[in-house]
């Protein structure tokens, strides 16, 4: 169950924050960006299962078209400067799902925070559109204690909350990420519960792999 969105950047999307409960409408006049709620929502969902510049081409562009220009997914994508894009999601997921390999998995917790930043380089080359780049990656659990300022909708303590919000986890988060001492360019941490974190580089981490398989309720 995805409880809140939060996106900057995206298309004509701008500091926008959405809060979700059991039924949420969303209404008002045509060009004002209510489709781009949902293609932001499609997008974050089709990074599960494929790369960035995969997931570019099957999305509208800000013209309706998809055609895989990358910058047509930014504000103002096609004028000169440091194009950025910022994602947020919270939510509630499922207590048993099926990890990369087919395997049965119960998370640690079922109510998390992840934080996405993208950025763009320009094409070089034969690359005809440049390319998405993995700025910044960050999966987080809420606690039970901090549940209530979460959810901001109407709800029970008892029958939904103290229900749905389970599981007991402290300490790292599950994704982080830093900056390379040596070369300057952004990692990303996988933290494991205990020994030292896996760390890749950020620019490989979305060049064809799926994120982990908490994306997939995002498809409900």
């Known amino acids: 169950m995805l409880t809140r969105l939060e996106v900057h950047g995206f298309k004509n999307l701008l500091e926008l924050s959405v809060d979700f409960g059991p039924f ?6 045509n060009g004002t ?15 599960a299962d494929k790369s960035m510049m995969e997931a570019t081409q099957e999305v509208r562009g800000v013209h309706g078209q998809r055609h895989g220009d990358p910058r047509d997914l930014f504000w103002k ?3 000169p400067g440091n194009h950025r894009m910022r994602f947020a999601v919270e939510m509630i997921v499922p207590g048993e799902v099926q990890d990369d390999f087919g395997r049965i998995a119960h998370p640690t917790t079922s109510f998390l925070r992840y934080e996405l930043e993208i950025g763009y380089q320009e094409p070089s080359g034969l690359d005809r559109f440049g390319r998405l780049t993995l700025l910044r990656e960050d999966l987080r659990h809420i606690t039970k204690g901090a549940a209530k300022q979460h959810l901001r909708f109407p709800h029970s303590a008892g029958q ?11 300490g790292a988060p599950f994704i982080s990420s830093d900056t390379d001492a040596e070369s300057g360019e952004p990692i990303v941490k996988i933290h494991q519960d205990g020994g ?5 580089q950020a620019r490989c981490r979305l060049a ?7 994306h997939h309720h995002l498809k409900r």
Do not use: M, W
């Open 77 to 79: 994508g096609f004028t």
């Open 196 to 200: 030292e974190p896996r760390t890749a």
């Open 160 to 170: 939904f909350r103290n229900a749905v919000i389970t599981g007991h986890r402290s």
């Open 33 to 47: 960006g209510k489709s781009n709620v949902f293609d932001a929502i499609q997008f974050l969902s089709l990074l």
């Open 24 to 29: 949420t409408c969303i209404a008002g006049e």
């Open 208 to 214: 064809g792999t799926r994120y982990g398989r908490f």
